[in-house]
């Protein structure tokens, strides 16, 4: 079983900053990466950023050269810092870990971003 517990997240304004952080408990050994995705309503969910267990990275064009994606493997902790927000990050963020031979995906409950103008 594998437990993803979000906080961070709220209301900020147009060109503010927040931080999500994800902390992981459970059967981490397979572990291939953790991440973000956002969900709009109505829409499916959709990956802002991963960072692999060797390091690698990847980002949604929409969010490059605005937040940064960290993992602490001690702490089973990853983490988003999001800067110059724009009204259209608005959404639910999801944290999300992939593990095992099928890269198996396991989600948080969700924490809502909301950016005002």
């Known amino acids: 079983q594998v437990q993803l517990v979000e906080s961070g997240g709220g209301l900020v304004q147009a060109g503010g900053s927040l931080r999500l952080s994800c902390l992981a408990s459970g059967s981490l050994f397979r572990l291939k990466s953790m991440g973000w995705y956002r969900q709009y309503p109505g829409k499916q969910r959709e990956s802002v950023a991963e960072?692999?267990?060797?390091?690698?990275?990847k980002y949604l064009e929409a969010v490059k050269g605005r937040f940064t994606i960290s993992r602490d493997s001690a702490k089973n902790t990853v983490t988003l810092q999001m800067s110059s927000l724009k009204p259209e990050d608005t959404a639910v963020y999801y944290c999300?870990?992939?593990?095992?031979?099928?890269?198996?995906?396991?989600w948080g409950q969700g924490t809502q971003v909301t950016v005002s103008s």
């Open positions: 999300n870990m992939k593990a095992g031979v099928a890269w198996t995906s396991y």
């Open positions: 960072i692999t267990v060797g390091g690698d990275t």
